[in-house]
DNA sequence: CTTGAAATTTGGAACGATCTAAATTATTCG
DNA sequence: CGAATAATTTAGATCGTTCCAAATTTCAAG
């Protein structure tokens, strides 16, 4: 036999109700249905509210805040009163109230500069990785490089109370544009381009060290006209790469021309103008690094233009390890930045920070590693020498 | 001369600060000094609210909320002040507040399946274009395809107050997990996959009639055996394309063979084992319409494998118009979906049901177009015919 | 001057949660 | 059984904004 609930509710006012649950089989069915329609019109008229789950749990607002809050002070019953309550009336938990109250949110911003590549978008799955199962939710902004833009959304995760800020400052971001915030208090890590003398922390990886190991891979593999290609000259990014290139080749006793050194957008697009650039050359480079793995595409892209293969023709190495560098044809070799652990690790640091108040910035340089594929001619020399053995 | 300002402050309590600004040049500098610590200190205790600048500016905070809303009613002259209070004491707007109160908030949630793939990167990119100029803030959450993930986000993002939601649901999602979030009557726009009977508005393409033109183009061509490549069988979306496919082929009087038909993950790495698979077949395709632009240029990466040039010996369409696709070698063959367009008008939609308060469900299927470029091997034809003539 | 209308400004009550300090109830133990 | 203690519960203030209704000031016309 199944128990019928009947329900009474007196309206004080529009938004005053009181429940009364009684296990009362004598009223009628109409008249629960009756006052069932009274009930589901209060729900949808009105926002439930810790107030509403009081009443009709029959606790104080305290107490349903407390049971929201896990507090270990609340009764077992109570609690479960409560929380079935809760569940049957629909209550929505209300964030912007909390926040009010404690002026600290669960939320954390991510500003980064071009959210179409995917080294960036992989940095931000990241992040999301992380920063959800702390119970924070993530603010996502694009600046499209734009400062203008840039300033606009950092001033809007500011209003909106953000615990934290991780940005990829767009290009020509300087220490004064972000010193308002770095002012306020607000936890805030750089990711992938750092700013000098902005006083926070900051995570980048070590773009000299992978132009160096990739360069003398190159080197070792006999080329000798090696060029650099793509990016934006202006960036401390593309420096620290480019300064890894000339100081691979001098060490190695070969010069640096200017001329293999040829900037684009840090695109596919700018891959395949770059290396159409380099193939004018009296003197041709039989070999690249690029600024990052998407010039890199573009440039097998641009050389497959030419009738030539990147890998047996070529040697090709990118940068930054994005997903698809193991399954392109070839495989590309590259350095390994491995965003989305750097996604990770940027959100780690930030956490950190929160938790602490006031933490000292620091700054980590992530290593990176060249991963050896089949772009660099790698493949193709070994399976000649299985085949010579 | 320049005008020193002297400031003196009576401090009631803690927050409640008076500010008199005077033009009293028999102050000494020392006193100044004095004051402005006391000042700068209380900066950094407090944050700074409507309350200060009412005092600062000596108005009411009625009037500097008017200010704050750009309301006609103030007076020009106390604007200026306010503003000038305002910018002078790095007053910082609490969303939090005024979100309480209004009941309402500036902020839109963006839920995507993945956000590795740039489909749904660029997605999101247009959706904040639009909304960010409209001054609204996105929350962007990814789920990984994961069902228990996006009702997480979806429930962190109803606490936060979002007013509407843009959804690109992971795979199984039904009808049943989108009822509380519809009956909340949170205006909700789902895109690129739609849900039978969740009676919300949805953005799709015409998926069967990009695959049909498809399929058409590479009969015309003069392709028999041509195959399906990639994807999830279980999606409303390839099902929709496939049966595009096939109904093209049966237009032709051709068979669709389910041997043709070859399922993987959309993504690049599907591609390469999706065509690897249909290059086992006794008798051998030689064109595939691909599930997307990311398993297309798997196959290309397969051909190559297999020394087959993509274009030239076997004809590769794409599906979505990623930005890579214009500039990829050979250029590739596809339905063009224009993802950020897509989130710009799913962005619109929303907007417009939010401000509409309650509007009627509507589903809007986005018109397709093949845009030829050179992976079906047009480009070679053409300079055949070229050549030729 | 008045006077009435128009233009500005303002006090104080919301909004929905949390938090403190105090009140209430339950439990233990001599 | 009563006091002491532990375990729960609670009233009421508070966070920073908006909004209503009412107060105040300004201004033009009589």
Redesign the interface.
Known sequence: MRTLLHLRFRVAEIKNVTVFLLTDLERSNYECEKYRMFWEDAL?KE?VTVVDIAHAAGVSKSTVSLVLQGSPLVNEVTRAKVNATIREL?Y??????A??RQ?K?K?IGIVVND??N?FF??L??GV?AVV?SAGF??????T?EKIE?QR??VA??????VSGLIISPARGTEAADLA?LVD??IPVVLVVRDIADAGVSSLTSDNHAGAVAAVRHLIERGHRRIAFLGGFPDTAVFEARMRGYRDALLEAGLDAADALVVGSAPS??GG?TAIEQAMMLADRPTAALCFNDAVA??V???L??RRLEPGADFAVIGFDDV??A?????ALTTVSVDPQGMGQRAAELLLKQINAGRAEAESIIGSVRLVVRQSCGAAIERRTREALS
């Open positions: 949808v926002r629909g929505v938990y209300n964030r912007s109230a926040n009010l002026s949110s939320i959210l179409t995917s978008a992989e931000a799955v999301d959800q939710v993530q603010f996502l902004a694009n499209s833009r606009e959304v809007s995760m500011r209003e909106h109370g308002p306020s208090g596919r697009a395949v595409f573009g097998c892209d641009g497959r233009a997903i698809e193991k399954t392109a044809v070839p």
